[in-house]
């Protein structure tokens, strides 16, 4: 399960928590302008944009499970199991593997309007990139500073949601998010009014009860609508502030490792959290074990070099100690 969320209009901030029980290896990938972006159906891509983002490499090639490029473009690969319907090969459109989603689009686009259009003639193919990896059901968040799209391949065909809240989680589709958000109206981050009866004077016992009905499980629907809220009202007067921001709202929809058991003894935790600053092209992250936020400035590396630039996720528990 995953979280993906982009901030309020005209700020360049996203984020998204990698919900999973197992983590692959993750590392920060900067995929400089001249690296051959290579696909199965479509153009070789010799020169592109710049990205930088969340990533195993397999045949030296990245894997994207997010990212962001030079333009500030987002965008994020969400599980999305029994809904997700991936094709065979069709004439007259451009035919991406569900893993080359995410490079395809960073590469080529440089904002929401320009990855809508890409989507309108796409189709994602039932293609796996090894034996090892399979191809995964997927649903997609693309988002800039001007806002967001949902992207679902279901037995329906390809669509491309507006997507005004500025949030993804996973099962059911986008659709019933949308719906499903107009039963919470009632929420407000103010101390409510007494309608209960004017007959009764009656006071609030505690701060926050304007948001008593907020969800606090950690199923899909319930993230959506807390991850929601959160950003909604969320305030921050800077950058600094903002990155603090998108990772308080991913720490409010959160998995703690035992909370979400699997058959197989399997427990699900959120592997990592990550928030782009796609005006500087800084990928802030912390893992499960590690709190601390680490950081990977793009514009510090050769972007016009030819070769993949990784670093490892930082895993081990780094603590400031102050005495």
């Known amino acids: 399960m995953c979280t993906a969320i982009s901030l309020s209009s005209g700020k360049s901030f996203f984020g998204r928590n990698l919900d999973l029980e197992y983590s ?62 991936y094709f065979s090969e069709k004439p007259g459109v451009e035919n991406v593997a569900s893993f080359e989603v995410i490079p395809w689009i960073l590469a080529s686009c440089s904002n929401i309007a320009e990855a809508k259009a890409a989507f309108e003639h796409a189709n994602i193919l039932s293609t796996d990139f090894s034996k090892e990896l399979s191809a995964t059901p997927l649903h997609w968040f693309f988002a800039d500073k001007t806002g967001s799209i949902a992207v679902e391949q279901t037995k329906k065909g390809l669509s491309v949601y507006k997507n005004p809240f500025g949030v993804l989680t996973n099962n059911p589709p986008f659709p019933f998010h949308s719906e499903n958000i107009r039963g919470y109206l009632n929420l407000s981050p103010f101390e409510p009014e007494n309608r209960f009866s004017k007959k ?27 991850a929601a809220f959160a950003k909604e009202n969320s305030i921050s007067k800077s950058s600094e502030e903002d990155v603090s921001a998108v990772f308080h709202i ?6 703690i490792k035992g909370c979400v058991r699997l058959p197989e003894e399997k427990l699900e935790k959120t592997v990592y959290s990550i928030c782009a600053d796609g005006e500087n ?34 895993i081990k528990q780094d603590i400031f100690r102050v005495n």
């Open 200 to 226: 009764l004077s009656l006071f609030p016992y505690s701060r926050g009860i304007g948001a008593v009905g907020l969800p606090g499980d950690f199923s899909s629907v319930s993230r959506f609508i807390k």
């Open 281 to 314: 092209g800084i990928y802030y992250y912390k893992t499960y074990e590690n709190s601390r936020i680490c950081a990977v400035d793009m514009q510090k590396e050769n972007l016009e070099n030819d070769l993949l630039v990784f670093y490892p996720m930082r």
């Open 250 to 255: 991913l720490d409010s929809v959160a998995q």
């Open 24 to 85: 692959l290896g993750e590392n920060i990938v900067v995929l400089p302008r001249n690296f051959p972006l290579r696909f199965l159906k479509i153009p070789e891509l010799r020169r592109h944009f710049s990205i930088i983002g969340t990533a195993i490499i397999s045949k030296d090639y990245p894997l994207f499970y997010d990212g962001i490029n030079e333009h500030g473009l987002f965008g994020a690969a969400l599980n999305f199991p029994e809904n997700a319907a």
